[in-house]
T-cell receptor, first 115, second 116 residues
């Protein structure tokens, strides 16, 4: 089966613009996570969805960041009024429901560059 | 709060040598999972292994082996007979089950270079 897919693979935008990053999880995976990875660092948690609802958005850095998952499958991470500091790799992961902690499978990421 | 430390920023070894990547973690939970992921130059994180806190048995998978020791809060990863294809950044990660949110806390990674 297909893995997690993310589009676009690369996005270049200008400071102040709005961007949307898309994640298509593995079919049947109800849990979806967004992470942000800055250069030379490990990924950092942004937001977690269980089904359609954002169960934990404590990792979003500020109110310019927002994410949705309206039908419980595809998710979109939205960044308003982008800043140069938003430049990073944005990673999406999904996992299947289970009795314990499940393995998260990652997509190839979207590399965002804000000029 | 949970924390993962990978003290080795970069390691270089000659092909066919063995290499061990260190991982030390901190958590207050008694139930947690530890992971290793590989990130090749393409950028995609590739899952390697998951280990739960109740299973301290070491694991071997081909040239890869993992040593989990709760007494020292370590989960080290060894590659034997290294190959050039092993060159990548390796991340250790920790997950606690917190109200169903199994978010991963990653270390800063170890960049491994295998010299042919």
């Amino acid at each position: 089966g297909a893995g997690v897919s993310q589009t676009p693979s690369n996005k270049v935008t200008e400071k102040g613009k709005y961007v949307e990053l898309r994640c298509d999880p593995i079919s049947g995976h109800t849990a979806l996570y967004w992470y942000r990875q800055s250069l030379g660092q490990g990924p950092e948690f942004l937001i977690y969805f269980q089904g359609t609802g954002a169960a934990d958005d404590s990792g979003l850095p500020n109110d310019r960041f927002f994410a949705v998952r309206p039908e419980g499958s595809v998710s979109t991470l939205k960044i308003q009024r982008t800043e140069r500091g938003d430049s990073a790799m944005y990673l999406c992961a999904s996992s299947s429901p289970g009795a314990g902690i499940e393995t998260q499978y990652f997509g190839p990421g979207t590399r965002l560059l804000v000029l | 709060a949970q924390k993962v430390t990978q003290a080795q920023t970069e390691i270089s070894v000659v092909e066919k040598e063995d290499v061990t990547l260190d991982c030390v973690y901190e958590t207050r939970d008694t139930t947690y999972y530890l992971f290793w992921y590989k990130q090749p130059p393409s950028g995609e994180l590739v899952f390697l292994i998951r280990r739960n806190s109740f299973d301290e048995q070491n694991e071997i998978s081909g040239r890869y082996s993992w040593n989990f020791q709760k007494s020292t809060s370590s989960f080290n990863f060894t590659i034997t007979a290294s190959q050039v294809v092993d060159s990548a950044v390796y991340f250790c990660a920790l997950s606690e089950q917190n109200r169903g949110n199994e978010k991963l806390t990653f270390g800063t990674g170890t960049r491994l270079t295998i010299i042919p």
